[in-house]
């Protein structure tokens, strides 16, 4: 349906070109008209026309100017003048408010129905577009939460890689690398610290989530996760580390006026905690801060810097230097733990110069917490008895050179035997992936099939295969089963379709296509090649 507003003061026109547009336009389009200037300003206000047929001489407020006001309220409007004044400066001033056409009466009804239809289609493209812009808003509306969750619930259960993480900041435009956690727990009633009927409040929260997220977003802005049992969880990123004081009295505040809202709008209570800031790969560390506020007070709001709990270090000592060692050591990242270890070697020398016993004290103490986490990550078989030098070898120890030498030594075995165990088992669910589709190329075999019989998921021996071959998995399979079909081409006298067959292809012509797409020629040209030698 189109709205096309007449602006003429000579009825005839009016009425010779309403009944054109409807003849051509039939029962989608709606016609108003005006005769003054005034009157068709007026009108458009109301009407709201897609399409707007002027003459520039009208009585009162003539054409250019009411263009000029229907303009500033209706920027999508076309007009088209239809007029017996050529001058030229109408013509620029028509130019210059966007006139799509500029006809001078009398003019011909085919070029009225011309530029009609050529409104139109304006129309309509804007239409589809704006169409279109909305499926797309829409579709986002459902993706972008999805996405949302997956980055939190990586976050919380430590199941990423770091091109994962990368991947979902990307996503979701997130260029901060700090962050905390809040999180929102449900019940029937507080008792102490602990929020009685969990499992019915969790059913009802998972029922109106579509409505508690506005509500959350307009006190949070910050990313909201899915219902978690009876926990909402949220993630507020940020460019900076800690919190100050204001800030932490306004997002108490903000918390506060949240559970009242919620709780009011319905039939269930609230608690929030709220975690510290720290880097958005310890947004674990910050949730279970956020979850520990709640245990360990009773109001209906709390904040991990109010609560007198978790360790505290000293003022100079270098905790994030400590945070990136053991994170390096986990990951199997040998250069990189190596020069870790003697960051960390270089503070305890330089701080702590005057007290060589309580630097053998921390040596040991990392140490032994490397190797705990090697025993966990590698597989390794724990001996009891494996380190009883240990205490003798750092207390002979009496300059920091030595000591250095060996407790770099001990963090680079650990780190080794964490990557080797990577390594090896890639290296050895690969070998025997390969020997599986070496052996069996000839059947059907897919990448669930190959993944099964090596006993991982799919997805991460795609991952893996990738990294040790250095082409996919679809890719060697094709590779190998091309290779062989050139062979048997080549080699023996089997007709196309037992080739086709014999390297585990149903369909002929499919594999032509594919036999082409790798060899450059056709199965029947490869033959042909062999006759002709």
Same mark, same amino acid.
């Given at each position: 349906?189109?709205?096309?507003?007449?602006?003429?003061?000579?009825?005839?026109?009016?009425?010779?070109?309403?009944?054109?547009?409807?003849?051509?336009?039939?029962?989608?389009?709606?016609?108003?008209?005006?005769?003054?200037?005034?009157?068709?300003?007026?009108?458009?206000?109301?009407?709201?026309?897609?399409?707007?047929?002027?003459?520039?001489?009208?009585?009162?407020?003539?054409?250019?100017?009411?263009?000029?006001?229907?303009?500033?309220?209706? !920027?999508?409007?076309?007009?088209?003048?239809?007029?017996?004044?050529?001058?030229?400066?109408?013509?620029?001033?028509?130019?210059?408010?966007?006139?799509?056409?500029?006809?001078?009466?009398?003019?011909?009804?085919?070029?009225?129905?011309?530029?009609?239809?050529?409104?139109?289609?304006?129309?309509?493209?804007?239409?589809?577009?704006?169409?279109?812009?909305?499926?797309?808003?829409?579709?986002?509306?459902?993706?972008?939460?999805?996405?949302?969750?997956?980055?939190?619930?990586?976050?919380?259960?430590?199941?990423?890689?770091?091109?994962?993480?990368?991947?979902?900041?990307?996503?979701?435009?997130?260029?901060?690398?700090?962050?905390?956690?809040?999180?929102?727990?449900?019940?029937?009633?507080?008792?102490?610290?602990?929020?009685?009927?969990?499992?019915?409040?969790?059913?009802?929260?998972?029922?109106?989530?579509?409505?508690?997220?506005?509500?959350?977003? !307009?006190?949070?802005?910050?990313?909201?996760?899915?219902?978690?049992?009876?926990?909402?969880?949220?993630?507020?990123?940020?460019?900076?580390?800690?919190?100050?004081?204001?800030?932490?009295?306004?997002?108490?505040?903000?918390?506060?006026?949240?559970?009242?809202?919620?709780?009011?709008?319905?039939?269930?209570?609230?608690?929030?905690?709220?975690?510290?800031?720290?880097?958005?790969?310890?947004?674990?560390?910050?949730?279970?801060?956020?979850?520990?506020?709640?245990?360990?007070?009773?109001?209906?709001?709390?904040?991990?810097?109010?609560?007198?709990?978790?360790?505290?270090?000293?003022?100079?000592?270098?905790?994030?230097?400590?945070?990136?060692?053991?994170?390096?050591?986990?990951?199997?990242?040998?250069?990189?733990?190596?020069?870790?270890?003697?960051?960390?070697?270089?503070?305890?020398?330089?701080?702590?110069?005057?007290?060589?016993?309580?630097?053998?004290?921390?040596?040991?103490?990392?140490?032994?917490?490397?190797?705990?986490?090697?025993?966990?990550?590698?597989?390794?078989?724990?001996?009891?008895?494996?380190?009883?030098?240990?205490?003798?070898?750092?207390?002979?120890?009496?300059?920091?050179?030595?000591?250095?030498?060996?407790?770099?030594?001990?963090?680079?075995?650990?780190?080794?035997?964490?990557?080797?165990?990577?390594?090896?088992?890639?290296?050895?669910?690969?070998?025997?992936?390969?020997?599986?589709?070496?052996?069996?190329?000839?059947?059907?075999?897919?990448?669930?099939?190959?993944?099964?019989?090596?006993?991982?998921?799919?997805?991460?021996?795609?991952?893996?295969?990738?990294?040790?071959?250095?082409?996919?998995?679809?890719?060697?399979?094709?590779?190998?089963?091309?290779?062989?079909?050139?062979?048997?081409?080549?080699?023996?006298?089997?007709?196309?379709?037992?080739?086709? !067959?014999?390297?585990?292809?149903?369909?002929?012509?499919?594999?032509?296509?594919?036999?082409?797409?790798?060899?450059?020629?056709?199965?029947?040209?490869?033959?042909?090649?062999?006759?002709?030698?």
């Amino acid at each position: 349906m189109y709205k096309i507003l007449l602006a003429d003061d000579e009825g005839i026109v009016i009425e010779s070109l309403k009944f054109m547009i409807e003849k051509e336009l039939s029962t989608n389009c709606e016609i108003r008209f005006a005769k003054t200037g005034r009157s068709v300003i007026e009108l458009a206000e109301t009407f709201r026309p897609d399409i707007a047929f002027m003459d520039i001489q009208m009585p009162g407020i003539n054409g250019i100017e009411a263009m000029k006001e229907i303009r500033k309220a209706n !920027s999508n409007i076309i007009f088209i003048i239809m007029t017996a004044y050529d001058k030229f400066d109408y013509a620029r001033e028509a130019i210059n408010l966007g006139v799509l056409e500029y006809l001078n009466k009398p003019a011909e009804k085919d070029k009225i129905l011309d530029v009609l239809h050529r409104a139109t289609n304006i129309i309509d493209e804007e239409r589809r577009k704006r169409s279109e812009d909305l499926l797309i808003k829409e579709k986002m509306e459902t993706v972008v939460p999805i996405i949302q969750n997956g980055l939190i619930s990586n976050f919380l259960f430590r199941e990423h890689f770091d091109e994962d993480i990368s991947n979902y900041k990307s996503l979701l435009e997130i260029e901060d690398s700090y962050g905390y956690m809040v999180v929102i727990i449900a019940g029937r009633e507080q008792v102490g610290n602990h929020m009685t009927g969990a499992v019915a409040a969790g059913i009802t929260i998972q029922n109106i989530y579509q409505e508690i997220r506005p509500i959350i977003e !307009s006190y949070i802005p910050g990313i909201i996760g899915f219902v978690m049992a009876n926990k909402i969880p949220v993630l507020v990123t940020r460019d900076s580390a800690g919190f100050e004081y204001e800030e932490r009295i306004e997002m108490i505040e903000k918390a506060r006026a949240l559970v009242r809202r919620l709780s009011e709008r319905f039939d269930i209570n609230f608690r929030i905690g709220i975690g510290s800031v720290k880097p958005l790969e310890d947004m674990s560390v910050s949730y279970n801060e956020a979850l520990s506020v709640l245990i360990d007070t009773t109001g209906r709001v709390g904040h991990i810097d109010d609560i007198p709990i978790g360790c505290k270090y000293e003022e100079d000592y270098p905790i994030d230097i400590e945070k990136k060692l053991f994170d390096a050591l986990q990951k199997g990242r040998i250069q990189e733990t190596v020069a870790i270890a003697n960051d960390f070697f270089d503070w305890m020398e330089e701080s702590q110069q005057d007290h060589i016993d309580d630097v053998k004290l921390k040596v040991l103490e990392f140490v032994l917490w490397a190797e705990h986490l090697a025993y966990e990550n590698a597989n390794n078989m724990y001996h009891f008895r494996s380190r009883t030098s240990y205490m003798a070898d750092v207390s002979s120890m009496n300059d920091f050179q030595s000591l250095r030498t060996w407790f770099v030594n001990k963090f680079n075995e650990s780190v080794m035997n964490i990557s080797k165990r990577s390594e090896n088992r890639s290296e050895s669910v690969v070998e025997r992936a390969k020997k599986y589709i070496d052996d069996n190329y000839r059947k059907d075999i897919s990448l669930e099939d190959v993944s099964q019989k090596v006993d991982i998921s799919s997805y991460y021996f795609s991952k893996i295969f990738k990294e040790e071959t250095g082409v996919n998995f679809i890719d060697y399979l094709t590779r190998l089963r091309m290779e062989e079909a050139k062979r048997l081409l080549e080699e023996t006298d089997m007709s196309i379709k037992e080739v086709c !067959s014999e390297v585990g292809y149903s369909d002929p012509n499919y594999f032509s296509r594919n036999f082409k797409k790798y060899a450059g020629i056709t199965p029947t040209e490869a033959r042909d090649a062999k006759r002709a030698n």
